[in-house]
């Protein structure tokens, strides 16, 4: 009978310190307070000693649509809880291995994006910070067309993704 009883105090101090021990915790990973409603992305303009047409149009709308897909935000253009801004700073090809000929058996595209995070709501989150990524492709391969949109695609979702865990789930 002492034993059952011990047995049910400990259950139910099990259960209850499971229970509240979590805390506030939001599903989809992020830790975004009930007032934070929209979020905005302005233009990511190219900056960058190499100009490529199209990618600061591209990097934007990535940004815009990972935010969109993991949380439950308002993409507003103006006036957004969250607010995100920048520049691309680096858009750079370079070889990364040569072959016994001096011509590259293997290049990498860097794109490097300075980013300026604000969130009305809590301004101690507010940052400034570079985020950068790259993708080796064959040195016999141009950056033109699949090649081009493959390493942006790949650069972009890393770069975003780093952006999203920075800003809203504090990783």
Known sequence: MLLMRY?????????TATLFSCGFYSL?????????KSFQVNYFQNTAAQIEPGVDRDFTIALQDLIQNQT???????NGDLVYEGEITKYRISPTTATANNT??????????????YN??????DFEQTFSFFYD??????LTGSVKDSALDEIFERITQDIFNASLAKW
């Open 7 to 15: 047995i049910k105090h400990i259950l139910i101090l099990i259960v």
């Open 104 to 117: 590259a058996a293997q290049n990498r595209i860097t794109v490097a994006i300075r980013v300026r995070f």
């Open 137 to 142: 492709y064959e040195g016999s391969s141009l």
């Open 120 to 125: 009305k709501k809590a301004e101690d989150d």
């Open 28 to 36: 989809s990973g992020t830790n975004i307070k009930d007032d934070v």
């Open 72 to 78: 439950n935000l308002e993409l507003v253009n103006s």
